[in-house]
């Protein structure tokens, strides 16, 4: 055989590997997210049987503070976290206007129908809860809440309580901090202090391992400035929220590396804080499954990025002059 046949031959193989690696991004690839006309509208506690049109992030603010709840299947973890927000809410309500949007992930257990009930203790509260017709995942939930929230700034906060609702102004304090003025900034709420703590020592080999894994393949991939990607306790400015939530793709429990990618690609500073967390049961997190599943996710989101399949706006003037300033402070 000689050397040109086997060129030929090498070349055809890298062809096929190449197509047959192409041809499995695009099925893993999800769909893009598109709303049904339902899920473009809410319900109040108010006024249980009326549903009435939901904002759009790209208006301007109404409220400064916006919550986002994702909730799936939380009957029994929503009464006691949805107590203590509310509860903080009201007493801060002579300085900070707010609104909590409930998003329903295609509960089968009447999670709705109980967040409007909890709602109604407070009747000077405005409580908005939505219900997407299908499950499609916490990161697609938190989505459509950021897309139409009416805050200056929006909170994502998980249904289970694991995260002390007060520690919001820490993360309040640190924004005020890099965005002084409303420019597009993150406030990462961060358990990477509790590393050596019980909080995590106490939790299964298993998923201390995976843990470690999940943070060494992070920093190969380009958000190894954050140290504690997956809290789900994020504060963003509206202009932040405007920049990053349009371009999110993934819904599955990996979403927070890309929006945290999206925002490091467009120069959005972001700050990471300590807050308190405590292990919650109920957890639907399987570790092997949706670990293999957001290592897979993973692989696929820097792929289309490097491919250019999923596009990222270029950096705006604000978001840099945001980002020179937060690398001010630190040096």
């Known amino acids: 055989m000689d050397q040109s046949t086997l060129l030929y031959g090498a070349f055809t193989l890298v062809v096929a590997a190449a197509g047959t690696l192409y041809t499995l991004l695009v099925l893993w690839s999800p769909d893009s997210i598109v709303p049904r006309p339902s899920e473009k509208t809410y319900r109040s506690p108010r006024k249980p049987a ?13 409220v400064d503070l916006t919550v986002v709840i994702p909730a799936y299947n939380e009957t029994e973890r929503l009464p006691s976290m949805f107590e203590t ?15 909590v949007l409930v998003v329903d992930d295609g509960s089968r257990d009447g999670t709705a129908d109980l967040a409007l009930k909890l709602a109604g203790k407070y009747p ?7 219900v997407l017709e299908k499950n499609v995942g916490k990161g697609g939930a938190v989505r459509h809440g950021m897309l139409h929230g009416r805050g200056r700034r929006l909170l994502m906060v998980d249904a289970d309580g694991a995260s002390r609702f007060e520690d919001l102004e820490l993360l309040w304090k640190a924004m005020d901090g890099i965005s002084p003025s409303g420019e ?8 990477a202090h509790l590393v050596k ?3 995590v020592v106490k939790r299964s080999f298993v998923r201390n391992v995976l843990m470690y894994g999940l943070h060494t393949i992070l920093r190969i991939v380009g958000v190894g400035h954050i140290r ?3 809290c789900g306790f994020k504060l963003f400015s509206r202009r932040a929220a405007q920049q990053i939530f349009p371009y999110q793709h993934l819904a599955t429990w990996i979403f927070d590396v890309e929006l945290l990618l999206l925002a490091k690609a467009q120069g959005i500073p972001a700050a990471e804080v300590p807050i308190e967390w405590h292990e919650v049961s109920g957890s639907k997190l399987n570790v092997f499954s949706d670990s293999l599943q957001m290592l897979r996710d993973l692989l696929v989101l820097r792929a289309n990025l490097l491919l250019g399949r ?3 706006p270029a950096p705006s003037s604000t978001a ?3 980002k020179a300033k937060q690398n001010g402070k630190a040096t």
Do not use: C, F, M
Not at 50 to 62: W, Y
Not at 85 to 95: V, W
Not at 124 to 130: I, L, N
């Open 50 to 62: 009326n549903r009435l049109p939901l904002a759009s992030i790209r208006d301007s603010a109404q």
């Open 85 to 99: 927000t509310l509860a903080h809410l009201e007493a801060a309500r002579s300085t900070r206007s707010y609104e």
């Open 124 to 130: 000077q509260s405005d409580v908005r809860v939505v």
């Open 184 to 191: 597009a900034a993150v406030a990462v709420g961060s358990r």
């Open 197 to 199: 703590t019980e909080a």
């Open 228 to 230: 504690d990607t997956q």
């Open 310 to 312: 999923w596009k990222i």
């Open 320 to 322: 840099q002059d945001g």
